[in-house]
């Protein structure tokens, strides 16, 4: 990455935390700020111009198109269509949230090809959303109202019956599920946690959820049994190691690799209420940002944005390989011999003993770390996996990314700029803007320095009217972008965009 101690001299100011950025006629090395996207912004044709971005993505592996079109049962058109639309909602889903607020009822992605589907409470606020190009639905709770239903549920989870399997919003059937062998036991603990019960749907099910006891994801390790790596890792002062399930082992539990050598020691460990582990590996291994994917070949990992519900979703693990199947439902309570877990992902997936603490991985982007779940792959099956960002989160670690532990090629450089600005993203999906500048007709040049193992994207936008419109634009799939745009004369602002990770950043920008 570049030096950023002689290219933001002078330029490093404090973010102020405001829901609307300023038009003052400022030049553009005043400070970012962090919001939403300033009065009157528009979302017209956000999907329709997400999914463009997303098409100029690298092609994806063959080995992963070829497992979707195995465990979902489509071609390899919808497979690789699929996987553009999903990238898509990944980035419009957070912004139309925040812009319906809590008339925000949910958003999920379906049929072959997962097409955005959007629901509001509001139906004032359909046509806002058909302009976006995904589809609407007008439903009677929002998200809002069913996760303090799900928080009321999970606050009584420590007694909650083991014949409860699991607890979940539902987005697609606007109700809080729980599923359960009893289904009186589980009206029963409805009934006493205070939930609205009109919210709260209880069916059938036979699934008993456990935990499968059984350095690239999905690789095996031994720790007195086996489980699986989930993503390697990095951190500050440490060899860096690998996320896996909090079943696996406690603080302390030295572990083995695939080739029973040495490997490394859990330096972090929580289970149950949550599921998550981290292991600090030994100088003998080197972390590095993929999966192996078995008989699907080895799949780089760029990112960790999570996806919509109903996008795809694969696992790797060391007992049954790599499978496919489609996100059911985030934000899931599941109840274990041990405890309930609260906050994972309800899959179609399968898995077995053994697989646990692997990879799930939607296109490039890591998803989370198998906990548990019913059935096998023979027959199929419902698991769980603890999201990969909250375990990040919980110990101060940096997803490895492309291959190489995180480390990004060095960028060719934002030197030679007119002016440079500098911010700093603490949440993946922000958005920041600069002040708004007047710039005159001809050739506008900016660059963007991110942080190592980040996706960030970098905008150009215009002011017209009480709106701003995206001009120009660098979306790759890594840290830095750099591009040219020829305008007219008016008031312009740079946007960048935390796709995924989190860091300070810098940018160069030469205006006519």
């Known amino acids: 990455m570049l030096r950023r101690n002689a290219a933001t001299a002078g330029f490093a100011l404090a973010l102020a935390l405001v829901a609307t950025p300023a038009l003052a006629q400022a030049g553009p090395d005043d400070a970012f700020t962090p919001g939403k996207a300033g009065a009157g912004d528009t979302t017209a044709a956000l999907y329709t111009e997400a999914k463009a971005m997303a098409a100029k993505a690298p092609a994806p592996a063959p080995g992963l198109v070829d497992a979707l079109v195995r465990d979902l049962g489509i071609d390899a058109g919808q497979a690789r269509t699929r996987l553009v639309n999903e990238a898509a909602a990944a980035k419009v889903e957070p912004v139309l949230a925040a812009r319906l607020g809590d008339r925000f009822g949910g958003a999920w992605v379906a049929g072959p090809t997962a097409e955005l589907v959007v629901?509001?409470?509001?139906?004032?606020?359909?046509?806002?959303?058909?302009?976006?190009?995904?589809?609407?639905?007008?439903?009677?709770h929002?998200?809002?109202?069913?996760?303090?239903?799900?928080?009321?549920?999970?606050?009584?989870?420590?007694?909650?019956?083991?014949?409860?399997?699991?607890?979940?919003?539902?987005?697609?059937?606007?109700?809080?599920?729980?599923?359960?062998?009893?289904?009186?036991?589980?009206?029963?603990?409805?009934?006493?946690?205070?939930?609205?019960?009109?919210?709260?749907?209880?069916?059938?099910?036979?699934?008993?959820?456990?935990?499968?006891?059984?350095?690239?994801?999905?690789?095996?390790?031994?720790?007195?049994?086996?489980?699986?790596?989930?993503?390697?890792?990095?951190?500050?002062?440490?060899?860096?190691?690998?996320?896996?399930?909090?079943?696996?082992?406690?603080?302390?539990?030295?572990?083995?690799?695939h080739n029973r050598v040495a490997q490394g020691t859990f330096r972090g460990s929580s289970f149950p209420g949550n599921d998550y582990a981290w292991v600090e590996v030994n100088s003998q291994w080197t972390p590095t940002g993929v999966v192996n994917a078995y008989n699907s070949g080895i799949l780089p990992v760029r990112g960790s944005t999570q996806r919509a519900v109903g996008s795809s979703i694969c696992r790797a693990g060391s007992t049954t390989g790599y499978h496919c199947g489609t996100i059911s439902q985030h934000n899931t309570s599941v109840t274990y011999p041990e405890g309930t877990i609260s906050g994972v992902t309800r899959t179609s997936v399968c898995a077995e003993p053994g697989d646990s603490g692997g990879s799930y991985i939607s296109g490039d982007q890591?998803?989370?770390?198998?906990?548990?779940?019913?059935?096998?792959?023979?027959?199929?099956?419902?698991?769980?996996?603890?999201?990969?960002?909250?375990?990040?989160?919980?110990?101060?670690?940096?997803?490895?990314?492309?291959?190489?532990?995180?480390?990004?090629?060095?960028?060719?450089?934002?030197?030679?700029?007119?002016?440079?600005?500098?911010g700093s993203a603490?949440?993946?999906?922000?958005?920041?803007?600069?002040?708004?500048?007047?710039?005159?007709?001809?050739?506008?040049?900016?660059?963007?320095?991110?942080?190592?193992?980040?996706?960030?994207?970098?905008?150009?936008?215009?002011?017209?009217?009480?709106?701003?419109?995206?001009?120009?634009?660098g979306t790759s799939s890594g840290p830095d972008e750099s591009f040219t745009y020829n305008g007219t004369s008016g008031t312009y602002r740079v946007r960048v965009h935390a796709y995924s990770g989190t860091g300070a950043f810098t940018v160069g920008v030469t205006t006519p």
């Open 119 to 140: 629901a509001t409470s509001d139906s004032t606020k359909v046509s806002a959303i058909l302009k976006t190009g995904a589809q609407a639905k007008v439903v009677r």
């Open 142 to 257: 929002s998200l809002a109202t069913l996760d303090a239903a799900k928080g009321a549920l999970d606050a009584k989870a420590e007694g909650s019956p083991r014949s409860i399997a699991s607890w979940y919003v539902d987005v697609q059937d606007n109700s809080v599920v729980v599923l359960a062998r009893d289904t009186a036991e589980a009206q029963a603990f409805v009934d006493a946690s205070g939930a609205d019960a009109s919210l709260v749907r209880v069916r059938q099910t036979a699934e008993q959820p456990q935990p499968f006891y059984d350095v690239r994801g999905g690789d095996a390790y031994y720790m007195g049994g086996r489980c699986s790596v989930g993503f390697s890792v990095t951190k500050a002062g440490s060899q860096g190691g690998f996320v896996t399930a909090g079943h696996c082992g406690d603080v302390g539990t030295a572990t083995q690799g």
């Open 426 to 473: 603490t949440s993946s999906g922000q958005n920041l803007y600069s002040s708004g500048f007047t710039a005159g007709s001809g050739t506008h040049r900016l660059c963007l320095d991110g942080p190592n193992g980040a996706d960030f994207d970098l905008y150009l936008q215009k002011q017209s009217g009480s709106s701003w419109v995206n001009v120009a634009s």
């Open 366 to 422: 890591a998803q989370g770390v198998t906990s548990g779940g019913s059935g096998n792959c023979s027959s199929g099956g419902t698991t769980y996996h603890q999201p990969v960002n909250e375990i990040l989160s919980a110990y101060g670690l940096t997803l490895a990314t492309n291959g190489g532990g995180g480390e990004e090629p060095p960028p060719t450089g934002c030197t030679g700029y007119g002016r440079t600005l500098s």
